[in-house]
């Protein structure tokens, strides 16, 4: 277990609709991260979150958004609903000290979401 | 180009024999981390070990060590005595030290079957 939880574990829905994935980090980790892993894309970075201020984007559409509440927890929203979003979407934490590119980043066990 | 290059896509290994998984990365920074996940087929991604850009020694947990060759930039994982709960996808991810988002970015991973 390594302390990210995420909900709801699975998620089915309908093309043109709107989710929202939840994720809480491990206890003292301020940085938050969403990655899609899809079949085409591998995995792949979409967004982060520390301390309650966006930092950096990746490869996320217009279509999703996400925040980090002042609890740290967050959600991503996804909204008008393709086929091709169907995937696994992780979220992951680290501390983020001085020299970042040192901290490990735990993932929750993830949400399948599948849009038919 | 490819940031990080997983070039074996599927791999057997014989129960308690050591395997190893190759993993080669392109960086002009010279602050970076290595890592290795590991991804059973229930999904979750599981850290394994890091390597930092500038640690003098390979990396060790338990029956995992990283084949750091710098000069080569390659990072290669090897598991020691493998075990039929080893058969999983294993991931090989970087982060960059001047990207101050401190993002992951993966390889496309390799597959790896612990046969009996």
């Known amino acids: 277990d390594s302390g990210v939880t995420q909900t709801p574990k699975h998620l089915i829905t309908a093309t043109g609709q709107r989710v929202t994935l939840r994720c809480s980090p491990r206890?003292?980790?301020?940085?938050v991260y969403w990655y899609q892993q899809s079949l085409d894309q591998g995995l792949q970075f979409l967004i982060q979150y520390y301390n309650g201020e966006e930092r950096a984007k990746g490869n996320i559409l217009e279509r999703f958004s996400a925040q980090q509440f002042p609890d740290l927890h967050s959600e991503l929203n996804l909204s008008s609903l393709e086929l091709g979003d169907s995937a696994l979407y992780f979220c992951?934490?680290?501390?983020?000290?001085?020299?970042?590119?040192?901290?490990?980043?735990?993932f929750g066990p993830g949400t399948r979401l599948t849009v038919l | 180009a490819q940031k990080i290059t997983q070039t074996q896509p599927g791999m057997f290994v014989q129960e308690k024999e050591a395997v190893t998984l190759d993993c080669t990365y392109d960086t002009s920074d010279p602050s970076y981390g290595l890592f290795w996940y590991k991804q059973p087929s229930s999904g979750e991604m599981i850290f394994l070990i890091y390597q930092g850009s500038y640690d003098q020694q390979n990396a060790t947990e338990g029956r995992y060590s990283l084949n750091f060759q710098k000069a080569r930039k390659s990072a290669n994982l090897v598991i020691s005595a493998s075990q039929l709960g080893d058969s999983a996808m294993y991931f090989c991810a970087m982060r960059e030290g001047l990207d101050s988002s401190y993002k992951l970015i993966f390889g496309s991973g390799t597959r790896l079957l612990v046969r009996p």
């Open positions: 992951a934490s680290s501390v983020e000290v001085a020299g970042g590119h040192t901290d490990t980043q735990y």
């Open positions: 206890s003292g980790d301020l940085s």
